[in-house]
């Protein structure tokens, strides 16, 4: 009965910014890591970024690391990503996710519906 809603996905300009949000409803629990993963069409849902449940610990896939911060405010029920210097290999659908820390594909709870970042070069 979690839900994930995503926002914040558009049109972009190579090494523009964009801020995703994430928010939680129903029965999410706050010590649930969060994360977001990505998928371009004909590819694999790929990890990109996750983030502890108190905010303590974070880990990104290398592509993206120095570029992409991920947050959260767990007040708010909401993660964030902030996507710098964007490349037009980063366009993808992305999806936010949630589930026990370390974040990964064997024990996701929840996933959102997804929203599009398409990166013009």
């Known amino acids: 009965q979690v839900q994930l809603d995503e926002s914040g996905g558009g049109l972009v300009q190579a090494g523009g910014s964009l801020r995703l949000s994430c928010t939680a409803s129903?029965?999410?629990?706050?010590?649930?890591?969060m994360g977001w993963f990505r998928q371009a069409p004909g590819k694999e849902r790929r990890f990109v970024a996750a983030?502890?449940?108190?905010?303590?610990?974070?880990y990104y896939a290398d592509s993206v690391e120095g570029r992409f911060t991920i947050s959260r405010d767990n007040a708010k029920n909401t993660a964030y990503l902030q996507m710098n210097s964007l490349k037009p290999e980063d366009t993808a659908i992305y999806y936010c996710?949630?589930?026990?820390?370390?974040?990964?594909?064997?024990?996701?709870?929840?996933w959102g519906q997804g929203t599009l970042v398409t990166v013009s070069s």
């Open positions: 129903g029965r999410f629990s706050h010590t649930y890591a």
């Open positions: 983030i502890s449940w108190s905010g303590g610990n974070t």
């Open positions: 996710a949630s589930g026990p820390w370390p974040l990964s594909v064997k024990v996701l709870k929840a």
